[in-house]
Nanobody, 124 residues
Framework: QVQLVESGGGLVQHGVSLRLSCAAS????????MGWFRQAPGKEREFVAT????????YYADSVKGRFTVSRDNAKNTVYLQMNSLKPEDSAVYYC?????????????????WGQGTQVTVSS
């Protein structure tokens, strides 16, 4: 079973960039599609982005499309979320997820294993 650890969060000003990392261990990384979700206080967990097992296909929420980029390095067992032009509404705890289901555009994709999350706070 795979374990996930997110890192890279912090407190930043609006308009700047931040890169989150999710390190996987204990599983076969290439067998997992990966995703990012976020949850702000008082709100439900929200889909952000997914990436296929190969890394060649990605899918984004409309709210982050054009600003965020998800990528993976299978040699390093790591998935990334590059966040540009950050807005205060991007503030949330960001979670990494791994799933055997490679249908990353499915509305039902939610992963099987989750990390503990990393806090991103964007000031106005």
């Amino acid at each position: 079973q795979v374990q996930l650890v997110e890192s890279g969060g912090g407190l930043v000003q609006h308009g700047v960039s931040l890169r989150l990392s999710c390190a996987a261990s204990g599983g076969t990384f290439n067998n997992y599609a990966m995703g990012w979700f976020r949850q702000a206080p008082g709100k439900e967990r929200e889909f952000v982005a997914t990436i296929s097992k190969s890394g060649y296909s990605t899918y984004y929420a409309d709210s982050v499309k054009g600003r965020f980029t998800v990528s993976r390095d299978n040699a390093k067992n790591t998935v990334y979320l590059q966040m540009n032009s950050l807005k205060p509404e991007d503030s949330a705890v960001y979670y990494c997820a791994a799933g055997m289901n490679n249908a990353i555009t499915s509305t039902r994709w939610r992963g099987d294993t989750w990390g503990q999350g990393t806090q991103v706070t964007v000031s106005s």
